[in-house]
Nanobody
């Protein structure tokens, strides 16, 4: 059974840092394009970052570029999101998603339809 489980969500002060984890089971992470999405209160879910199967290619959306870092540990079957300099607008539910390797392309990675498997989410609250 394919499963993605996020953890690490918490309440932090603006300017603080958090690291989210996404543990995969039931499949081998190394063959999948992996991404993080988030959904803020009252807003649609949006892609924020993606990493290719080997980790050689990453991409970020403008709101998080320079502050967030995605990485993967294929040996541990785990995806991570390091979030620094957090802002109140980063408050959201964060989801990891897995798709085929081909999803890791500049014209597809931000689309939810590019991913087959999703975690249940972990909540991050940033207070100012």
């Amino acid at each position: 059974q394919v499963r993605l489980v996020e953890s690490g969500g918490d309440s932090v002060q603006a300017g603080g840092s958090l690291t989210l984890s996404c543990a995969a089971s039931g499949f081998t992470l190394r063959s999948r394009c992996m991404a993080w999405f988030r959904q803020a209160p009252g807003k649609e879910r949006e892609a924020i970052t993606v990493i290719s199967t080997t980790g050689a290619w990453t991409a970020y959306t403008a709101p998080v570029k320079g502050r967030f870092t995605i990485r993967r540990d294929n040996a541990e079957n785990t995806l991570y999101l390091q979030m620094n300099t957090l802002r109140s607008e980063d408050t959201a539910d964060y989801y990891c998603a897995a798709g085929p390797a081909s999803s890791c392309a500049s014209y597809t990675w931000t689309q939810e339809s590019s991913y087959n498997d999703w975690g249940q989410g972990t909540h991050v609250t940033v207070s100012s």
